[in-house]
């Protein structure tokens, strides 16, 4: 009889019971309330970002720091990939040379499974694709606990491109596990039906949310459309303030940024009293040491015959 040691990817929040999301999401506020971190200090990283990224990217480094790793500098542009190196073999590289984990951004939805079954180290997915954000929705959750306590009862609307929108996805699964009810609304031909969730007019949806999360209108995946005017979308499906004016007091405004200010949200707006968009921002670094704390716990072993 062997043992097989399990590894603690961060792929997916489907892949995670409730139990351990909310875990989670109670480290995260833990560490923003002050609770000291686990201290990583012998545990190396690398930071594989194949995407551009502000706060994801920025974030991860900053809870990297606030953990003591060691993080080992990584740039696609002077790697080599460039040559034509797989993010296969760049990962078993970094895997060979002794990185202890790998946090990786990367344009093909799905690219984690691959790397699982031939890598022996925790994978941390930042974002794939059009799939999954799991970081985002652990910090996004992470906001609305921090508000309402729990999600459960609550109606969420999510707002805009959400066929494109790996944040849609990510959110509009786990919030249903948790209680939630989630409807969709924006441009009736950016919907996704795969989602699982209904569709409403912007208007109707949010007067009757308690969270509202617009997403980003994703130009560079509306490549061939020429026909968007961002005061058109601004006007039919954007939070303009005659809209805020109508939403319940105590509802919040998320967006996971970058913001197309005066697209998605009034200019004005993304600091409305309301508006939960930059403690997002804050929160994504403790959900993050969450998430990093997690991949270096003491792994548990199965057994196997």
Request: net charge negative.
């Amino acid at each position: 009889m062997q043992t097989q040691q399990r590894i603690s990817h961060f792929v997916s929040l489907d892949d995670l019971s409730t139990v351990e999301i909310e875990r989670l999401i109670a480290r995260g506020l833990e560490l923003k309330q002050g609770a000291s971190p686990h201290r990583t200090v012998t545990k190396t990283v690398a930071n594989l970002f194949f995407e551009h990224s502000t706060r994801t990217k920025c974030s991860f480094e900053m809870a990297e720091h606030h953990l003591g790793l060691h993080v080992l500098p990584f740039e696609t542009a002077t790697s080599s990939v460039q040559k034509g190196e797989t993010l296969l073999d760049t990962c078993k590289t970094l895997e060979a040379i002794g990185v202890d984990a790998l946090i990786v951004r990367h344009g093909e939805t799905g690219y984690y499974e691959r790397l699982q079954e031939q890598l022996r180290i925790p994978i941390i997915n930042a974002g794939d694709g059009s799939g999954q954000h799991p970081s985002q929705s652990l910090l996004d959750l992470m906001t609305m606990y921090e508000a309402f306590g729990d999600v459960t009862g609550k109606t969420i609307v999510i707002c805009g491109d959400l066929r494109h929108s790996r944040v849609a996805r990510s959110n509009a699964h786990v919030l249903r596990r948790l209680g939630a009810t989630v409807i969709g609304s924006g441009p009736r031909e950016w919907f996704d039906d795969t989602l699982g969730i209904a569709y409403q007019e912007i208007d109707e949806a949010l007067t009757s949310s308690d969270i509202i999360m617009l997403l980003r209108v994703q130009h560079e995946r509306h490549l061939d459309d020429q026909s968007f005017e961002a005061t058109v979308y601004h006007q039919r499906y954007g939070l303009t303030h005659e809209r805020m004016a109508r939403i319940r007091p105590e509802a919040i405004v998320l967006h996971p940024a970058p913001v197309n200010r005066g697209v998605e949200i009034a200019e004005e707006l993304v600091e409305h009293a309301q508006s939960r968009i930059f403690d997002q921002m804050t929160n994504g670094v403790f959900a993050r040491m969450a998430i990093l704390e997690r991949a270096f716990d003491e792994p548990t072993t199965k057994e196997t015959i």
